[in-house]
């Protein structure tokens, strides 16, 4: 079989005809094949003055996995990120370092997954570099890949900010939590289940809550650290409490049993196809609705609420509102466990799954 | 030492504390600080309606060279991409690979230059991410970085394209060649000498060119696969000769030494702090004395001219005119050598120097 060689990586011959052959085969459009150092794209089409940017490097391994690979993965991560800006993706670069020995037919099926996941996605990819590393993943070679993505912020849009966060709103989990997590940690241990990886890219879900006029005041995909994390950080950041209800939050009967035998928490799991929403109370339930009937989102539920710390205070454990380091933030994030006790979550010490995404 | 471990990549509170700690103790500035997965940035500030996006793994082994380092690099070789569309550099992300291992004191000095040279430059860092794989480079580990780069193009800025060359259009390169080559090559074999990498930003002999006047066709910085490539290129997209005179382009005396023991053609080796600029004939010296005197420019040289094929048939070697693969192209590069006679040159092919960038 035919595999990378360091060739591939010198900028002459050999790396023109592999983005001729792979890159340009699948990812052709009408920016891509200007073939400059940089590409030039229309601004705002939007007609806002604003750019979201964001950029993400993935590592997971393996690179193909349970219901998905690098290349989807690759995608998905940076078109979330700008989504949860409220902006709308439109354009992303595509960065692969290859380590000498991968399997030329393995690239070819990753960029294969970048142009469809970017095409469901409705964004375009603009810009590429690739580079070859020395092999350190056995017989075949792995792959590393940079995604970097442009959004457009619609005309008037507020901000999310999680210092909007207000006492009062309602959080709002887009589905199940832990199946990237278990996916590619099942397979790392070759365990034969049905948990299949999460990732997707929530365009859809996201389009409807910004469309609607509901008061969305923030919004995070949950990724590497899981949800305790990113809700933890929302409550450092805005001086709220955030309560959860444990057995609100979906959680699969798969990955249930899985990360019990394991020992390992859903809510420090990783995924990458789901959201956190933080949303007025009033409009909780639309908001509910709209994201369970857009792709990806069947399962959503809201898990909990937002209080002002000092409204709480009498009920809340004595360390609760006096968590953050500085003695300034009063947020905390509580999690209602099913028998009704009360227990402060931390965000993520330690290595969690190494090279998850 | 302390030293980087797989935690600091498990997005919870050690990737935080680093963030925190290297990343934004350097590059600080008020987009970077939203510190959300992405960041709103304005749009248009020059008025133009276009955006040039650029993106750039940098995998330079060792990561401390003569000269430079791969931070100074990943932020010098992404601007002098969107500089070589005519573009202003504004935003830069900065995607780092860390191995555990890698000394954070290391880390730090790497963030810092990249600091320095935005500011340079006159860019923010505007985005970052961070992840952390297994060791695979000895006692300490390595780094590796994805920048990607956003610019905007000038009001009426004309675009700079390989089709525009013309017959009559000098060719000017901005400086000596092979010195970043030369550098890495003589670090890794361990040679003491004069030779420093060119890692530089163009910011000041674009902007020269870009706001005289002149009629400046092409751009390209000359880095992997050398000079020959790039013009090579040029040759092949518009369907011109390019004819240059060797003993016009400049190589410092310790390069030219160096490459002569090794065997190696500094038309062929890597730069990251030069250009070739095709400019219209006329105005090929203002062109010449604007980058003279412009930082990094000092040893700039007009170094051949672009020709029809049909006009030099007669003289030309026979296969000259006939280069390209597909027959439907006849442009071709030629090299005038110092003792009278013609060569015709291709672009790399093999391996050239792994991990040069």
Redesign the interface.
């Known amino acids: 079989m035919d595999k990378i060689?360091?060739?591939h990586?010198?900028?002459?011959?050999?790396?023109?005809r592999l983005i001729r052959d792979i890159f340009a085969k699948y990812l052709n459009n009408p920016y891509l094949d200007?073939m400059?150092?940089?590409?030039?794209?229309?601004?705002?089409p939007e007609g806002?003055?604003?750019?979201?940017?964001?950029?993400?490097?993935?590592?997971v391994t393996p690179y193909f996995y349970p219901g998905g690979n690098i290349g989807r993965l690759a995608v998905c991560g940076t078109v979330?990120?700008?989504l949860?800006?409220g902006?709308i993706p439109r354009?992303i670069?595509?960065?692969?370092?290859l380590e000498e020995g991968l399997p030329i037919a393995d690239l070819e099926k990753i960029v294969a997954s970048v142009a469809d996941t970017a095409r469901e996605a409705g964004l375009l990819v603009?810009?590429?570099?690739t580079?070859?590393?020395?092999n350190?993943s056995g017989p075949d070679g792995g792959i590393?890949i940079?995604t970097?993505?442009?959004?457009?912020?619609r005309k008037d849009s507020p901000?999310?900010?999680s210092s909007s966060i207000r006492a009062g709103d309602k959080v709002i989990v887009s589905g199940c939590m832990g199946d990237h997590h278990a996916a590619i940690l099942g397979r790392r241990m070759q365990i034969n289940n049905d948990i299949v990886s999460d990732n997707a890219p929530l365009c859809g879900m996201v389009n409807a809550l910004m469309n609607s006029g509901i008061r969305v005041h923030e919004l995070?995909?949950v990724?590497?650290?899981g949800l305790a994390?990113v809700l933890h950080e929302f409550a450092m950041a805005s001086s709220r409490v955030i309560t959860l209800e444990e057995d609100a939050i979906p959680v699969s009967a798969a990955v249930q049993s899985f990360a019990g035998i394991l020992g390992l928490d859903p809510l420090?799991m990783?995924n990458e196809g789901k959201l956190v929403a933080i949303v007025a109370g009033e409009d909780a339930e639309l908001a509910l609705e709209l994201i369970r009937n857009s792709p990806y989102g069947e399962a959503a539920a809201i898990i909990g609420e937002v209080s002002d710390p000092l409204e709480r205070e009498a009920s809340a454990p004595p360390d609760a509102a006096h968590e953050d380091e500085q003695g300034v933030s009063r947020g905390a994030l509580i999690l209602r466990t099913w028998i009704g006790g009360e227990r402060v979550l931390?965000?993520?010490?330690?290595?969690?799954l190494?090279?998850i995404?």
Chains 1, 2 share one sequence.
């Open positions: 060689t360091m060739a990586g010198s900028g002459g011959e050999e790396t023109s200007q400059e150092d940089s590409t030039i794209v229309p601004g705002n806002s003055k604003e750019l979201a940017v964001t950029t993400d490097s993935f590592v979330n990120d700008i949860m800006s902006a354009f670069t595509l960065g692969v370092i603009v810009a590429g570099d580079k070859v590393v020395e350190h590393l940079n970097t993505g442009i959004g457009f912020l901000r999310l900010l995070r995909d990724t590497r650290g994390t420090y990783g931390g965000p993520l010490y330690g290595e969690g190494p090279r995404c």
